[in-house]
């Protein structure tokens, strides 16, 4: 996004995402952005007009392919009538997986490639938080008031990541990587976003790439999450 004085903050209007497109361009200093996503469909009455500029700038070879993030499945109907939708980047894990019941089968049958973001749950996943930790987040953190992170959630999400932690440790694996490997087991599912704060955090998660869990692990997971909803 844009950050000068001439950002129209949350627009999907035709001028502004020219605008952004065009500032980003000549920030990084290059002819052609490889992948473009509109980052939530809001204001939703402008998604339409929003696409439409973005497939324009892809038809002047200034975007390379579109997509758009945090669309639900009509909302990707939509602009689908426009032009072809190349990602969706969805909010995936463990603990928030709703997106397997409409938007993943969506998105595979429409060869839309999806790049889950949030895998570990903001850090929830990785085995390092704790009820002290949480207790202790500032104020300004907004976990501390996601439902997720407050009981009676915060146990269950814990003795989730007891699972995760035995699995992890039969490969060497940290549960952070196990909880990423299970979101890219999803046949719908091309990459993960994931963040590290420091070289430390890196080493810790960057084995999920190569991790696949086996049918035993899947089915231990999955008993966990059907037995603790």
Request: charged share 30%.
């Amino acid at each position: 996004m844009d950050r000068s004085s001439e950002s129209d903050g949350r627009s999907l209007k035709a001028d502004s995402v020219r605008r952004e497109v065009e500032a980003s361009l000549r920030r990084l200093e290059i002819e052609t952005i490889d992948l473009y996503q509109i980052h939530w469909p809001n204001p939703d009455s402008e998604i339409e007009e929003g696409w439409t500029t973005l497939a324009k700038l892809k038809d002047e070879g200034k975007v390379r392919y579109i997509g758009v993030s945090n669309f639900n499945v009509e909302q990707l109907k939509r602009i689908q009538e426009i032009a072809p939708v190349t990602s969706l980047q969805p909010p995936y894990s463990l603990v928030k997986p709703d997106v397997e019941k409409e938007i993943l089968p969506f998105c595979k049958e429409n060869n839309i490639g999806v790049i889950v973001y949030s895998p570990m749950q903001s850090g929830l996943l990785t085995g390092k938080m704790t009820p002290e930790r949480v207790a202790n987040f500032p104020d300004n953190d907004w976990r501390k008031n996601s439902s997720e992170f407050q009981e009676p959630r915060l146990s269950r999400n814990l003795k989730l990541v007891e699972v995760l932690q035995h699995i992890g440790q039969q490969h060497d694996r940290s549960p952070g990587e196990v909880a990423i490997a299970w979101t890219l087991n999803n046949p719908a599912v091309t990459a993960a976003i994931v963040g590290g704060r420091n070289p430390k955090q890196v080493e810790g998660i960057i084995g999920a790439g190569d991790f696949r869990l086996n049918q035993q692990e899947l089915n231990d997971i999955d008993t966990f999450l059907r037995e603790n909803p």
